[in-house]
C-alpha cells in the first residue's frame, strides 16, 4: 500500500509562482512514471505533466515552458514547480503513480486558487 499527500497549494495573483510537493510513504518501493493531474470546477481530470523514474518529462501543451515537473527519488516525494500561473490553471491538482503489476495510487488532491 502506498499513500500519497500533496501540500503547497493556495490562492495567488495571476503571473505568481507555486511549488506543490507530494511525499510518498508506505511501500513505496519500485514507483515508476508519476504524475499530475488536475480538475477544475465543471471539468474533467486532466493530464498536468509527468516523469519517469529516470526523469524524462511529458507536459500538457498549456503548462509548456511555465510548469516543471521533477522528483526526488531519495525522499520518495514528487513536485511542479509553477510559475507564471494563470486564472485557468485554477483548479485541485492530483498526485498520481504507477507501481509494480500495474498499481495505481493517488493523493488527495491540493487546491490552487489563481486570481485575476
Known amino acids: 500500500q502506498v499513500q500519497l499527500v500533496e501540500t503547497g497549494g493556495g490562492l495567488v495573483q495571476a503571473g505568481a509562482s507555486l511549488r506543490l510537493s507530494c511525499a510518498a510513504s508506505?511501500?513505496?518501493?519500485?514507483?515508476?512514471?508519476m504524475g499530475w493531474y488536475r480538475q477544475a470546477p465543471g471539468k474533467q481530470r486532466e493530464l498536468v505533466a509527468t516523469?519517469?523514474?529516470?526523469?524524462?518529462?511529458n507536459y500538457a501543451y498549456s503548462v509548456k515552458g511555465r510548469f516543471t515537473i521533477s522528483r526526488d527519488n531519495a525522499k520518495n516525494t514528487l513536485y511542479l514547480q509553477m510559475n507564471s500561473l494563470k486564472p485557468e490553471d485554477t483548479a485541485v491538482y492530483y498526485c498520481?503513480?504507477?507501481?509494480?503489476?500495474?498499481?495505481?495510487?493517488w493523493g488527495q488532491g491540493t487546491q490552487v486558487t489563481v486570481s485575476s
Open positions: 498520481q503513480a504507477y507501481g509494480t503489476y500495474g498499481r495505481e495510487y
Open positions: 508506505g511501500n513505496i518501493f519500485s514507483l515508476y512514471t
Open positions: 516523469i519517469t523514474r529516470g526523469a524524462d518529462t
